[in-house]
Each structure stands twice: as C-alpha cells, then as structure tokens.
C-alpha cells in the first residue's frame, strides 16, 4: 500500500487543474512513512483521489506528481511510455538532417518531473533533479538507451536545485563509455564543439536555436556585439549570416575558448571577430564612452531572478543593460534581449525594456516575441515551464 497524503480542505483546486506539484504547506497530514522518492497517493480533504506522486521529504516542492489516473502503475514500465510519448512528440524535429542536438525530455511539461534528457548526436546527457527522478535513474537510464539508440548516457546531476531534494551533486558516465572531451554536433547546419564536461546546463544552449537562426537571418552587413557569448553560438550563426563584424563578450575564459574554436571549426573568418574576457557591465560602458556603434546586439545574459525575491534587483539588472545596449545602437538598428529568469515574465521583462528605452531617450518597436525552442514545450497545466523570454526590437 502505497503512502498517503491528505491535503488541506480547498488545496486540492491547483491539481485539479493539472498543475505537478504540492507544496509543503497543502499538506494536512501523512499517512505511512515514504521514503525519499517512493510513489504516494494524493488525496483531497475527503479522501478522494487525485493523483499518485514522488515523495520529496526535505523539498518545500513536497509531492511532484507522475499521473491523475487511479489505474496507474508507477514503475519501469511507465516510465518508458512517458520517455516514448516525448520522443514522439518530437518526431518531426528529430527527423532534421541540420541538426543534431536537442532537448528530448523536458521535465514537468513532458510528464517527467525533474527529469531533464539532452542529446548531442550520440551522446545523451541526463539530469536527475528531484527525488522521483533520482529514485527510478536505473530505468530511466535503461529505457533511454533502448528508445535512442544513442552511444552513451552521461550524467551531469551537479546542479544546485539537488540540495533543495537534500539530494548529493553526481556526475558521470550512466551507460557506455565516457563521451570525449569535446563533443562535436550540428545545428541548423553548423557545428558546434559540446564539453558535456564543465559546459553549462548539460554543455550547449540548446533553448536558444530558434533564436540563434533569427540571428543569422538578421546579421547580414551588420556589426554585431554579442553579450555573454558563452560557447559563441550566436556569434557562429552572426558570421555565417554575413556579419561585418562581430564581438563577443563574456567573464569565462574556457567559454571564449570553446567560442574562439567554434568559430574556426565552421571556418569562418576569424578577422572579423574580436572575442574579449569581459564584465558585459562595465564592458557595455567602456564602449559607449569610447562612442562604438554597432547594427545588431544581442543581450543574453544568466539568470538574474532565480527566485521571486530577487526580481527588483533583477529587474534593475536588464535595465541597466538594456539602456546601455539602446545607447550603443545605429538608428535602424536591432536589439535581440533576453531573460531566462523564472520570476520575470514575459509582460515584466517587456516593462523593463520598454523604460530602458525610455531612459535611453530612443523610440523602438518590438517585431518579435521569442522564446525556447519547441523541443523544450511548455505544459498547459505548468506555466513555470516558460522560462526564457526575449524581444526583437527595432530602433527607428
Ligand atoms: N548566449 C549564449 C548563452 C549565454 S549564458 C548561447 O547562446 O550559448 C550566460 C553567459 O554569461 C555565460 O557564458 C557566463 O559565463 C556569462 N556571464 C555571466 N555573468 C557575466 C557578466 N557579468 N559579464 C559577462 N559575461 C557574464
């Protein structure tokens, strides 16, 4: 008999509406002793069922749920028809023969609580971020490699949200042998060198393809300065798009290492790039004092607002970057911004953007909304799921 929790009378209302998860504080009491992990049944105030879940005993996120169906056997079996239905909901990009890389479960929205599977041509790279996840890796791992074909599964579980779980950071090789020290894959027809390693996230930004293409639909004749450049991918995408120039900018010296040999690996002319150890802060004020202009700018900065508490600060944050950026803009020219943080949504983040340009004393017009690319879906019931937002503006 599987573990019981009762939730508070009314508390039952965001789970009839399919949200996944249930907060510490719904819960009215337990009934058994879960382990970390173990699947409960959630119940209303009445005892009527709502849905069987993973138990997180040191999560404020206490219960993330699997299944509202009462028929439903939580196990390997389960598990393997969620991974199917999100490889098959991706059926149409997988069968890209441009690219390579691509999230192929992406988390809640895909029914997998904190379950994050990224592949990089015959390489996957799992994240097993919650309780649940941890407690069916093995069969994850084991259905996985069944479903892809893939070479190798390679775990990058060292990200902060495991403490949260009470979880230890883990890496490693899950199945096959250890990937190389730089994976190679293709988007949209370019390469890209990976190191699943020490990359970000599990190696690339694979959320901002989409976003990468309009980039290089866009770069033609223009000088273009790339804001936290990380690996180069829009830099890469600004150069084979015909850039005049390009200049990157970002704190990480092995970042601009991987960029600097992206660039080479599509054999694209090195003169025209300037790659440069930067804080984008004070990098974006030294430009404007030495009255540089540029075309075509790109602001992708990290996340400022993990949580809801940091948005004031945050919010400054893209102002000040933002204003900087407009002020560093030929008339005509185009700002791609972007912000990945959770707590700023995307009417927020338009705010932002719109007093920068204010304070800026400069008209603009956004022709563009963007988002992540359509292999990290977004579920209905899960709005959090909607992480990274961005504009395209045009200075008149
Ligand atoms: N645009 C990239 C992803 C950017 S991730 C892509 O498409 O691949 C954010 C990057 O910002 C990281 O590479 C990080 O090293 C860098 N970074 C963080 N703070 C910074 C700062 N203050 N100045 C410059 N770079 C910074």
């Known amino acids: 008999m599987a573990a019981k929790v009762w939730l508070k009378e ?63 056997r939580i196990d390997a079996l389960f598990l393997r028809r969620r991974l199917e239905a999100a490889l098959r909901a991706r059926q149409g990009l997988l069968a890209d023969s441009q690219t390579n890389a691509w999230r192929l479960v992406h988390a ?91 990359g970000h996230k599990t190696g690339f930004y694979l959320d901002q393809r989409r976003n990468r293409r309009l980039v290089r639909d866009l770069a033609q004749g223009r000088h273009v300065l790339d804001c936290f450049c990380y690996s180069g991918g829009f830099l890469v995408n600004a150069l084979a798009g015909g850039a005049a120039s390009a200049l990157g900018l970002d704190t990480s010296a092995e970042a601009l290492a991987l960029a600097e040999a992206n660039i080479a690996l599509n054999r694209l002319a090195a003169q025209r790039v300037t790659l440069e150890e930067a804080d984008v802060f004070q990098a974006l004020r030294a430009l404007r004092d030495r009255g540089r202009r540029f075309d075509l700018i790109v602001l992708d900065p990290p996340k400022f607002a993990p949580t809801a508490a940091h948005v004031p600060q945050a ?52 022709f563009a909304w963007l988002f992540q690319a359509e292999d990290h879906p977004v579920s209905l019931a899960f709005p959090e799921g909607i992480y990274l937002k961005g504009l395209a503006v045009r200075v008149s």
Request: hydrophobic fraction near 40%.
């Open 315 to 366: 919010a400054r944050g893209y102002k000040d970057i933002n204003l900087l950026a407009f002020k560093l803009l030929n008339p005509g020219g185009i700002l791609l911004t972007f912000s990945c943080s959770g707590g700023v949504d995307a009417a927020l983040f338009q705010k932002i953007v719109a007093d920068a340009a204010v304070d800026a004393g400069i008209q603009a017009q956004i």
């Open 10 to 72: 009314g508390r039952e209302k965001s789970l009839l509406r399919r949200h996944p998860w249930v907060f510490e504080g719904a819960i009215a009491r337990l009934e058994g002793e879960p382990q970390a992990g173990e699947t409960v049944q959630v119940c209303d105030a009445h005892g009527q069922f709502l849905a069987w879940g993973a138990y997180s005993p040191s999560s404020q996120i206490r219960v993330r749920l699997w299944s509202f169906n009462p028929q439903e």
């Open 108 to 198: 809640e929205s895909d029914g997998l609580p904190g379950l994050i599977v990224d592949q990089y041509a015959d390489t996957l790279v799992a994240q097993f971020l919650s309780s649940g996840a941890e407690r069916w890796r093995e069969e994850i791992a084991t259905a996985l490699m069944d479903l892809t074909q893939a070479r190798r599964l390679y775990e990058r579980s060292d990200v902060e949200v495991r403490r949260l779980e009470g979880l230890p950071d883990r890496s490693g090789p899950l199945r096959g042998e250890a990937p190389p020290d730089r994976l190679e894959i293709v988007e949209n027809g370019l390469r890209f060198y990976v190191d699943v390693y020490q």
